[in-house]
């Protein structure tokens, strides 16, 4: 699965969450779920259990601690869905 597919996929499971629509008009690698999602931390845990589900996946807490943008998101689920 290459970039563009994986944002693709990942796209309908952040928007119920974002808070700012202007930077998820403009989602790429490089957008922060917390800082320029305003997606508050209760959340990020709802996402995480939407893209195991989404990939079916299962992430362990440390893969979890470090997912606070969508690139180590896109780098996460790509890891997983290569073992």
Known sequence: MNKEELITKLKPIIAPYVQD???FKNLSEDSDFVNDLK???A???????DIEDEFD?????EDMEQ??????AM???TSKLNN
């Open 21 to 23: 629509e202007e930077a």
């Open 43 to 49: 959340n990020l845990v709802d996402i995480i259990l």
């Open 75 to 77: 780098d996460i689920v």
């Open 67 to 72: 997912m606070l943008d969508v690139k180590s």
């Open 57 to 61: 996946i299962r992430l362990e807490n």
């Open 39 to 41: 997606i508050n931390s």
